[in-house]
Structure formats: C-alpha cells, structure tokens
C-alpha cells in the first residue's frame, strides 16, 4: 500500500476503474447523489474522484480553493475525506453546502468534516480561516490541494473585483492566480500533490494557451516539481450546446479549432522552502 493512497497495489490488476493514462476521455459527468451539472464551468465529479482516491487515504484532507457548486466536497464526503472549499460567492455557497448536507453516505465516519469558507481565496483572512478549521480538527497539514479557476474571462461568474474572471488582463489573471496557490503551499504536505484544472481561451482570433501559461507559474515554484499533464476531452459544452452546426461552420470559416479539451496539470510539492 502506498504511504500516499490507500490503492492495494498487490491487486493491482482489479484497480480497472483508476484512470493512469495522460488521456481522459470521460463520455458523461457522474450525476449520481446531488451531482448536478446545473452550475455553469464545474468540473465533472469524476476529476475530484480519481485525483482524490489516487493522492489521499481515507481521513486525509483536501483543500478546494475555488468550491463553485460543492463537486470536490461531495466525492470527499463520499469516499470518507476530510474536505475545505472555498468560494467567492455567497450564493453559490450556499448551494454547495445545501447539497454537502444532503449527501449523508454511509462511507463517511462522523468523525469526518466538511466545511465551507466564504471568501476570497486570496486573502490573507480565508487563509487563517483554513489554519483555524485545521487546528479546530487536530490536523496539521492538507494532503491534497484541488484548484478548477475561472478560464480567465471566458465565463463571467460575478460583478466581484476579486473574481479572477475579472482580471482586466491575461498577465493579472496569471498573477492574482500564483497569489492563491501561494496562500496554502505550507499547508501542503510534503510529497503531496497540487492539481490544476484549467482551460485555453481565444482572444481577438488568436488561441491563448492559458494552461501552460498557468503551468509556467506553478514551475517557477521551487518547492513544486511537475508530474503529469493530463488531456481530458470536454463534451456538451453548455455554452455550444445544441449549437454544434454552427460552431462547425465558423471553425471552417475562421481557419481554428473549436475547443474539445482541458488540461490537468499535477504537481507534487517535493521540499518545504517555497
């Protein structure tokens, strides 16, 4: 068994189910319990899923800097972590916690928590807010950090200044982005992992590769190393769907190609100097 999962790698062959290729092609998001798919740029339960049955044990703790609608919570609950979102908007955190709540699995111990923070992931504030449900629960460390930002402004999420779909700049979102992961790096365990999932965007006619500029900030992290990038596909897109033909049509027109993927980019904290 692994001093970072608990997979029973002297059964390795039954483990059919965990994904270890850098290719994810996922046909249609888990709606199973209270998964929803109503919330417009959350991430398919199924990312949550294999990241955390892969780089935590059960009692384990993850940190979800940008919670949206609860998916990172619920697979918690569900596969019996420990789990922290945090969340800009109120309103949006309300129905994450509303559908936390009602997730009652029997795989979860009651000595297992689910807290939501609102706030500003990159505030000093929401970080001691972390630092105190930590302490609160005895634990000294987070074991896995999952952060699914805004893909910069191709979704407008709020008015808030402090959304980053707000950043008046490519340059800004990337900063204000390195911000948050510097927040919570020294609560991350070492050896542990960071997950970044993350998009492209086109601006004025010219693909933007905001994922590797995205990668790009976390390798300039010292105490970071990269292990994997993973391709995932996306389907039914709800900002195209049911637009399929005319989406076609301008890709032909235009001389691009319409956007069918996202990147995972894992990184696994190897030192404690940042």
Not at 62 to 79: A, H, N, P, Q, R
Not at 145 to 169: E, G, R
Not at 203 to 224: A, R
Not at 242 to 262: D, V
Request: aromatic content about 10%.
């Amino acid at each position: 068994m692994s001093e970072i999962n608990d997979l029973d790698l002297q059964n390795w062959k039954k483990l059919d189910d965990i994904l270890t290729d850098s290719l994810w092609l996922i046909k249609s998001r888990d709606r199973s319990g209270t998964h929803k798919g109503d919330y417009h740029g959350n991430f398919v339960p199924q990312i949550p899923n294999q990241l955390i049955r892969r780089f935590t044990k059960k009692g384990d703790t993850v940190l979800d800097t940008f919670l949206g609608s609860g998916t990172t919570l619920i697979e918690c609950k569900k596969l019996g972590r420990n789990g922290i979102g945090i969340e800009l908007l109120p309103k949006v955190a309300m129905i994450a916690r509303s559908r936390i709540t009602i997730n009652n699995y029997e795989s979860s111990p009651k000595d297992r928590f689910s807290e939501i923070i609102v706030g500003d992931s990159k505030s000093k504030v929401t970080r001691k807010k972390v630092d105190k449900i930590l302490k609160d629960y005895r634990k000294k460390h987070l074991q896995l950090i999952i952060m699914h930002p805004p893909y910069h402004d191709i979704i407008k999420f709020s008015k808030n200044k402090a959304d980053l779909s707000n950043a008046k700049s490519v340059s800004l979102f990337l900063e204000l982005f390195r911000k948050i992961v510097g927040n919570y790096m020294e609560l991350l365990e070492k050896d542990h992992y960071i997950a970044v999932v993350i998009g492209d965007k086109y601006v004025k006619g010219e693909w933007t590769p905001l994922g590797f500029q995205v990668m790009d900030q976390l390798l300039s992290i010292k105490s970071l190393r990269l292990k994997s990038i993973i391709v995932k596909n996306m389907e039914g897109n709800r900002g195209k769907r049911n637009q399929q033909n005319l989406w076609r049509y301008r890709a032909l027109k235009g001389g691009f190609y319409i956007f069918k993927h996202e990147y995972i980019l894992l990184f696994q904290k190897v030192s404690k100097n940042l």
